[in-house]
């Protein structure tokens, strides 16, 4: 026997069955739909304990990073910070995600001045105007949570006040975009409008990614593109934004390391980065900080 919309509902609620049961089937069908739509972009949609696990160690990176920023002097060494974040890192029952990832041979990321990304931590010694990421991924209870951040050593000059400050904007804008039924495309385009805007330029070979139960996960997410298009967000997806904007052209080259990259007109980069969860209403940051 088929049961009306108007019908009393057969769980016996008393309400009408289309205030009721039918509500709920369906959102369960809703979330069928999502769920099979983000296997198909092979994207894990995380679960309310895995968000609390990412959310953990989301905390203990940006705590790392506050210490980072804390230690920074004209005069000390790149390898002073991946001792530091090593030890940090240990000392908090985590593992540095990056030593030995495809090969990296150190526990954080150190990208000066006009390193784009990917700077290995070794003797070069910080000086008085210089810009520094640093980038911070720990695994805690089998979580990774993505955070960066550029840092000025001692007084900046107005280049790198500008740098700074338009990457971070970028970050900003990109977050703005985030929320159910927007497209990757969205975010991307908002960064992309807002770096050219400025004078500057976004760096392609680089993109945002899935993260949470591993280090780089699908979906990709470029910090360039047009308006609605490529995967749309779904609640519960977690990606990173990270855009990498130089304050000339977005060439770049890569270090007989195999590793750094640098930009090709020598000009400043800077980045930040956020792992973010798309959320039923809006998102929320897991590595939460003020922009
Ligand atoms: N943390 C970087 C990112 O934001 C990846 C660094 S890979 C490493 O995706 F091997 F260099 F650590
Ligand atoms: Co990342
Ligand atoms: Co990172």
Redesign the pocket.
């Known amino acids: 026997m088929k049961v009306g919309r108007n019908d009393p509902c057969p769980c016996g609620s008393g309400k009408k069955y289309k205030k009721c049961c039918l509500v709920k089937r369906q959102d369960r069908e809703q979330t069928e739909d999502l769920k099979s739509y983000a296997a198909r972009h092979q994207i894990r949609l995380k679960n309310d304990e895995q968000i609390e696990g990412i959310r953990k160690c989301g905390r203990l990176a940006l705590e790392t990073l506050d210490l980072v920023e804390a230690m920074l002097r004209p005069g000390m060494t790149t390898a002073q910070i991946d001792e530091f974040v090593h030890e940090f890192t240990i000392k908090n029952g985590a593992r540095p995600?990056?030593l030995n990832?495809?090969g990296?041979p150190k526990s954080v990321?150190t990208s000066v001045n006009e390193v784009i990304?990917?700077g290995i931590p070794g003797p070069r010694v910080l000086k008085d105007g210089d810009i520094i990421n640093v980038?911070v991924?720990p695994i805690l209870d089998g979580y990774y949570a993505?955070v960066?951040k550029t840092f000025f050593v001692g007084t900046p000059g107005p280049e790198a006040k500008k740098i700074v400050a338009v990457a971070r904007r970028c970050l900003q804008e990109g977050l703005a975009m985030v929320r159910a039924g927007n497209t990757i495309g969205d975010i991307g385009w908002a960064i992309q409008r807002y770096a050219e805007s400025n004078g500057c330029s976004v760096v392609r070979e680089f993109v945002g990614?899935g993260v949470g139960l591993d280090?780089?996960e699908p979906p990709q997410v470029p910090h360039y593109g047009n308006r609605g298009q490529g995967v749309r967000l779904v609640p519960g997806m977690v990606f990173?934004i990270?855009p990498m904007i130089n304050l000339g052209g977005p060439e770049l080259e890569i270090l007989e390391d195999r590793?750094t990259a640098v930009t090709k007109d020598g000009s400043l980069s800077a980045q930040f980065?956020q792992t973010v969860l798309v959320k039923e209403k809006g998102w929320e940051s897991l590595t939460p900080f003020e922009l």
Do not use: S
Request: aromatic residues 22%; hydrophobic residues 20%; glycine residues 0%.
């Open positions: 995600a990056p990832y495809r990296f990321c990304c990917h980038d991924t993505d960066n990614h280090f780089h990173t990270e590793w980065e």
